[in-house]
């Protein structure tokens, strides 16, 4: 096992723009197999067997147990698969027992209900202030569980994919007692419907899939949106239809559960499109890589983000926000703004955006907590982030009792790309960041042992990792091998 004591890497003092040579010790052990944990901060002794020995022949065995629980079987897949089988055990009982098919559409409307509400800002913003009002004070154990919050997306798939395979059994139910023989209009008119359902279904599910979603990002919305309003109406359509079939309509509605489950989730898709406004934006060109969006519809807190959109019906983004009430502002004309987001060039959207500049663009609903928030209820974490990542990173700044922080930043040109305000304020997050600029080296440095360093040096509880899905991956799986706290948003967090 190598052992790196030392790592010699480029610092660059920001206010003297010069480069800074920094021998750094690395006294604590990088490999995720290490046992000598005797140098962990306080506050992870208590989470580490200080005497547990492994031999040669355990640490295969301890690393592909690591792989498992924190790769394969990580919180957002374990939430899914909680989702899932807790709705499969019961559709194998009632397809056994010889359901009816309304008691299949309920199970089917319910697993609906709890997959969009997942997605709903108003819901989104309770149980993230719920689960962070975690106290500080309170056990290790109860804010790591409290922080997986933003694996919701899990719970989020999981009943979806659930509320897929409850309709399949609804609609094999209601064609194998259909019969030709005795149709009628409306009958043939609810299979007809209940068909075209499933095909809306199971399209949003197939984009969905983590290589489509990310291939064809914009597909994967517009199918997800235009299909979830195209279920909600047929659905409407055929319990209308299938109560008409019963001696009284109105006593069919009430008594079925699958009508009041449509009327809230009916509510919550329209409410977000109510708030539907389009809004002026003063444009900060940072750089050709990056350009600053200010707003002044309204005020942010901390953790929040938006949604915006240069057409409504088209692809949205969401962005992470910060308050500009931190800057030293000469331009008059942002000294009335209020929040803003950092976009970088990612893609055709934010590349049109760097270059067009706009002045208007369109938002939907309210300001929804995300990933951030929950770091909240810690004392001390490490930020580590790369590039325009720093941009969520901001966000700290609107709560006056954010946790002490150091944060690790490396990006190319950060001066160069983001401009010395941005600096300025990572500097008002932690008064003497880690930047790591890669075009001074020409290639990425390895963040691991950087923030093993910073963990040890600062004491702090957790780490917090907004990057790239490689990056984050990678040092998240490296610091919960070793018994410390750290989280980052994954694709659908």
């Known amino acids: ?28 052990p990088v490999s995720p197999t290490d046992s000598d944990l005797s140098s962990l901060p306080s506050p992870l002794k208590e989470k580490a067997d200080l005497e547990a020995q492994t031999t040669p022949e355990e640490e295969p065995l301890r690393k592909r147990l690591g792989f498992i629980r924190y790769t394969a079987l990580n919180v957002y897949r374990r939430l899914f698969t909680l989702a899932f089988i807790g709705n499969i055990i019961p559709l194998i009982i009632y397809l056994v027992r010889g359901a009816e098919p309304l008691d299949l559409v309920n199970a089917s409307a319910i697993n609906l209900a709890v997959c969009g509400l997942c997605r709903q800002p108003l819901v989104l913003n309770l149980l993230y202030l719920i689960f962070g ?15 997986r919050i933003f694996h919701l997306g899990g719970v989020h798939s999981g009943t979806g994919v659930a509320s897929l395979i409850w309709y399949i059994g609804f609609a094999g139910t209601y064609t194998y007692q259909f019969n030709p023989a005795t149709a009628n209009p409306i009958s043939i008119a609810v299979l007809a419907l209940i068909y075209s359902v499933f095909a809306l279904l199971l399209s949003i599910i197939v984009v969905a899939h983590p290589n489509i979603r990310r291939k064809h990002h914009d597909v994967f919305e517009l199918v997800h949106r235009f299909a979830n309003w195209g279920i909600l109406a047929l659905f409407w359509v055929v319990i209308s239809l299938l109560g008409t079939q019963e001696p009284s309509l109105e006593k069919f509605l009430l008594n079925l559960p699958a009508f ?57 983004h969401s962005f992470a926000c910060f308050p500009d ?17 950092i976009v970088s060039r990612v893609g055709d959207w934010t590349k049109d955006t760097i270059v067009a500049q706009p002045t208007k663009l369109w938002k939907r609903g309210v300001p929804t907590y995300g990933f951030g928030y929950v770091f909240r209820m810690f004392s001390r974490i490490i930020v580590v982030t790369t590039g325009s990542g720093i941009g969520p990173c901001l966000s700290f700044l609107a709560d006056e009792n954010r ?64 990057s790239n899905p490689a990056v984050t991956k990678e040092v998240v799986f490296g610091l919960e091998m070793r018994g410390i706290l750290a989280y980052g948003p994954i694709f659908d967090s």
């Open 1 to 28: 096992m190598e052992d790196r004591t030392v790592v010699v890497y480029g610092e660059k003092d920001w206010k003297k723009d010069e480069i800074i040579e920094t021998r750094i010790d690395l006294s604590y």
């Open 133 to 147: 009002s975690v106290p500080r004070s309170a056990p290790t154990t109860i804010k790591r569980l409290a922080c």
């Open 260 to 316: 009041w489950i449509l009327i809230l989730l009916t509510v919550a898709t329209i409410h977000p499109w109510l708030l539907l406004r389009k809004v002026t934006v003063t444009p900060e060109p940072l750089s050709p890589h990056a350009i600053r969006l200010h707003f002044d519809h309204t005020t942010v807190k901390f953790g929040q983000g938006i949604q915006v959109a240069k057409h409504p019906l088209k692809d949205w």
């Open 325 to 341: 009430r931190f800057d030293n502002v000469k331009d008059t004309a942002l000294e009335n703004t209020k929040f803003s987001c």
């Open 403 to 466: 946790p002490s922080m150091r944060v690790l930043w490396q990006t190319r040109s950060p001066l160069k790309t983001y401009g010395q305000r941005t600096l300025d304020l990572v500097s008002r997050m932690d008064q003497n960041p880690v930047i790591i600029d890669t075009s001074e080296k020409g290639k990425r440095e390895e963040m691991l042992p950087q923030v093993l360093r910073l963990v040890k040096e600062f004491d702090a509880e957790a780490v917090c990792v907004i």
